[in-house]
Nanobody, 128 residues
Framework: QAQLVESGGGLVQAGGSLRLACTAP????????TAWFRQTPGNEREFVVQ????????FYADSVKGRFTISRDNAKNTVFLQMNSLKPDDTAVYYC?????????????????????WGQGTQVTVSS
C-alpha cells in the first residue's frame, strides 16, 4: 500500500503549467530525500528531479531544467513540483518517491532502486 500520495495532475495545453504535490506521513517525509519520476506506456520510469532531505540540494533532468521547480514544505509534509512551459513530451504518469537519508546527505540519487517509498502516480497530459 502506497504511503505517498500524489495530486495535481491533469490535462493542460502546451505552454501551460501544473503543480504536483506529494504528501507523506511525517515519519517518512521528515527523514527522506524526495524525487519525481515519470513513465509513459512501454517505457521505463525515468528520473525527473530530486530534492535532498534538507532541501539544500536539487537535481534536475536536462529535459526539464529551467521549466520545472521542486520544493518542500516541511510543515505540510509535502513536496511540490511546479511545472511550467509544459510540452506534449512531458505527458506521462508522474510518481513521487522517497529515500531515507541523514540530514547532511546532499548526494544525487537518480536510480529507481535508490528509493524505498513510492506513490501510485498521477497522470499529466499535455495537449498540442
Amino acid at each position: 500500500q502506497a504511503q505517498l500520495v500524489e495530486s495535481g495532475g491533469g490535462l493542460v495545453q502546451a505552454g501551460g503549467s501544473l503543480r504536483l504535490a506529494c504528501t507523506a506521513p511525517g515519519r517518512i517525509f521528515g527523514r527522506a530525500a524526495t524525487a519525481w519520476f515519470r513513465q509513459t506506456p512501454g517505457n521505463e520510469r525515468e528520473f525527473v528531479v530530486q530534492i535532498s532531505r534538507s532541501g539544500g540540494s536539487t537535481f534536475y533532468a536536462d529535459s526539464v531544467k529551467g521549466r520545472f521547480t521542486i520544493s518542500r514544505d516541511n510543515a505540510k509534509n509535502t513536496v511540490f513540483l511546479q511545472m511550467n512551459s509544459l510540452k506534449p513530451d512531458d505527458t506521462a504518469v508522474y510518481y513521487c518517491a522517497m529515500k531515507p537519508t541523514i540530514l547532511s546527505d546532499n548526494r544525487y540519487f537518480n536510480s529507481l532502486t535508490d528509493y524505498e517509498h513510492w506513490g501510485q502516480g498521477t497522470q499529466v497530459t499535455v495537449s498540442s
